[in-house]
């Protein structure tokens, strides 16, 4: 990868403290350009530029030859801080989960955020605003997945089941009107009384006749 200009800018000041901490003064300036040059293409795309300083510390304070630092080795010391700082990233998130598991939840994009009946909410409280059924008002509630207990609570008091459960309830048996009704047990009946049912066939004439005059 071609590094920029400003990268190379902060690998000379890399390689010339190098050179200086190792007494290298042998090496000529332009070498130590031509050094810079080469450790910004083989490391531009490894290590990010604001940290190279860092990583040349890291290694001097851990480098146990006379021999001068390489880029090889500033390679391996970010590789070694990249394992470190994911470690401490995880242990961060666990001990966030055991203290807050509401802001690493797996909803919490859908995490109520604003107000809703004059209460502020935000999406560290936690809150789904959710419509609990047809023709019912919505309202807030605990998440069930950061939140279970408080969400086992809400439906106590509800005194139901579920609302997933309830919500595909209603959607797949649907409440239906007396002729919605009527039309679905005429459809019945023709079914039985085109495959020479004599007592369907009656009731269905009786039925058409009763939708005719609705």
């Known amino acids: 990868m071609k590094a920029n200009e400003t990268y190379r800018k902060k690998m000379a000041v890399v390689v010339r403290r190098n050179v200086h ?11 130590q350009l031509d050094t810079a040059k080469t450790w910004s293409e083989l ?9 190279l300083m860092e990583i ?13 630092i390489t880029a090889v080795g500033l390679k391996k010391t ?5 394992e470190t700082e994911a470690a401490e990233k995880l242990k961060a998130e666990i001990r966030e989960r055991e203290v807050n ?33 047809f023709n019912e008002p919505e309202q807030v ?19 139901t089941k579920p609302i997933a459960a309830e919500i595909v ?15 679905a047990e005429i ?17 269905w004439l009786k039925l058409i006749e009763k939708r005719a005059d609705l």
Not at 169 to 183: A, F, G, M, V
Request: hydrophobic share 30%; glycine share 6%; net charge neutral.
């Open 21 to 31: 901490a190792f007494s290298q003064f042998q090496v000529s300036a332009s070498e």
């Open 141 to 159: 509630m605990p998440c069930e997945k950061c939140r279970p207990a408080a969400y086992a609570q809400f439906l106590e008091r509800r005194k």
């Open 187 to 203: 459809e019945r009946l023709g079914k039985e009384a085109r495959n020479g049912n004599g007592k369907s066939h009656k009731e």
């Open 56 to 68: 040349w510390q890291s290694t001097f304070d851990n480098h146990k030859s006379d021999f001068p």
């Open 101 to 133: 598991p509401i802001l690493i939840c797996e909803k919490v994009e859908s995490h109520f955020e604003g107000e809703f009946n004059g209460e502020k909410f935000t999406k560290a409280d936690g809150s789904l605003v959710i419509a609990l059924g």
């Open 78 to 82: 970010w590789e070694l801080v990249c």
């Open 169 to 183: 309830d209603k959607i797949l048996n649907p409440p239906r009107s007396e002729i919605q009704k009527l039309d």
């Open 43 to 51: 490391l531009c795309g490894t290590i990010p530029e604001n940290r």
